[in-house]
């Protein structure tokens, strides 16, 4: 089976510039449904082998939340042809390694061997898209596993606790309101039928998508993949997500956590539109709360492109007060912009930035593959790395005023605050 060939001018001229940049990114499809995508690098001799599926804990069902990531758990537990731990200890014997991860969008496998254990690793995984045999001993042992790590990653920290409140007030009526480790009553109840009705239902040729970057031939691996995963029947089973948005929300929200294990106070503001206004130590708030005022020892921003939602997170001084007067000057930030704009030079400093952070980002293959197949699984365009510049490009000061002007609209903030009742 042939490939498509793309060249998808990636926007890396540091790797350009040096001649590390890999050549081509080949796509396809198996007669099963399963989407491939290779990306040839013959910088080093190794390969990466990941297989992302289309779902995450936005998926899970009501009542259920935490499904996805426990069956992740569970997928190393073994199947009959490959036993619990065998193959991470044959990975570890040639210098190689896998890891895996959840999100709310996606669940992805991941390994990265010496390219001779390519087909080692396809077979693998293929093995366990189908063959996965917990038994009821195993799943209650993993319930245990994840409700200590529940404890001790998300009950045990006061920032953790009112993160979770903030994620779920954010997104109220959205699956992403839960937290991707699930709620502690309902991983209670998780069961055998519960983790195979998820399985049987997601981990599908036609719901996955195989990624191979590194030193390989694209047809060898387009091969490879028909013969092992090709194999696969599939289910006919169609997957569609429903996405939730949430009312319009006219009034400010505010939590706030105090507790005795604060020792920085902190601050989050989450607003419903994009924003540039702390990218980087060059930007407006990380000069005016850090540099000039000493009011936040870090201040940065964060972006979920699916949902059109920015956080805005600043760590303050040991002074409760300070996180008070850090958010007044943030207010009194956003209002100024709106009536006199962002100069055009500061527009072209952001601008910079971004791109030439974004293209250090996609300098090896494997980072080029992620950000393919983040994007492709969220359910943004597939265009969107390679347009990702040149969206950039296109902003304006009047662009940007235009943001800030949202940015700053009551309905579309919810802010949260931790602090010590020890400090004044």
């Excluded at 309101?177 to 049987?200: F, S, V």
């Excluded at 500061?346 to 030439?356: P, Q, T």
Aim: hydrophobic content about 35%; overall charge negative; charged content about 25%.
């Amino acid at each position: 089976m042939a490939f498509h060939s793309e060249n998808l001018q990636l926007d890396s001229p540091v790797g350009e510039k040096h001649g590390t940049s890999p050549d081509k990114v080949f796509t396809g499809r198996l007669g099963n449904g399963m989407d491939v995508i290779v990306i040839r690098d013959h910088r080093r001799p190794i390969a990466t082998h990941m297989v992302w599926y289309r779902n995450g804990s936005a998926d899970d069902p009501i009542g259920k939340s935490g499904i996805a990531h426990f069956l992740e758990h569970l997928m190393f537990k073994g199947t009959r042809n490959h036993p619990a731990g065998h193959f991470s200890d044959l990975l570890a014997s040639v210098g190689g390694d896998d890891n895996d991860s959840t999100s709310w969008n996606y669940t992805n496998y991941y390994q990265r061997v010496p390219k001779d254990y390519l087909k080692t690793c396809m077979a693998y995984e293929a093995d366990r898209m189908t063959g996965l045999i917990p038994t009821d001993e195993i799943v209650d042992i993993e319930r245990q596993v994840v409700l200590a790590e529940r404890g001790m990653h998300y009950d045990s920290g006061p920032r953790n606790i009112l993160g979770e409140a903030l994620q779920a007030g954010a997104f109220s009526p959205d699956p992403c309101g839960r937290p991707i480790i699930g709620w502690q009553h309902e991983i209670e109840t998780l069961g055998r039928e519960d983790a195979l009705a998820y399985y049987h239902r997601f981990y599908t040729p036609e719901n996955a998508n195989l990624v191979v970057a590194g030193d390989v031939d694209p047809d060898a691996v387009m091969d490879m993949a028909e013969t092992i995963y090709g194999a696969i029947t599939p289910t006919g089973a169609s997957f569609q997500r429903t996405v939730v948005r949430a009312p319009p929300v006219r009034t400010q929200r505010l939590l706030t956590l105090v507790d005795e294990n604060v020792h920085q106070p902190a601050f989050t503001r989450i607003h419903v539109v994009p924003s540039m206004m702390a990218t980087g130590p060059s930007s407006r708030l990380f000069t005016e709360l850090r540099e000039k005022r000493g009011m936040c020892y870090s201040i940065h921003t964060s972006r979920d492109a699916t949902r059109n939602v920015s956080r805005l997170i600043g760590h303050t001084s040991t002074r409760n007060d300070r996180l008070y007067e850090a958010l007044d000057v943030i207010r009194s930030k956003f209002a100024h912009l709106v009536s006199n704009k962002i100069s055009a030079e500061e527009v072209e400093m952001a601008k910079s930035y971004l791109m030439g952070s974004f293209a250090l980002q996609l300098d090896t293959s494997s980072a080029i593959a992620n950000a393919l197949l983040s994007t492709k699984v969220e359910g943004l365009q597939p265009d969107f790395v390679d347009e990702r510049n040149g969206r950039i490009a296109s902003v304006t000061r009047d662009t940007v005023a235009d943001a800030v002007a949202r940015l700053i609209g009551d309905g579309a903030l919810l802010v949260s605050i931790a602090g010590n009742p020890a400090t004044h």
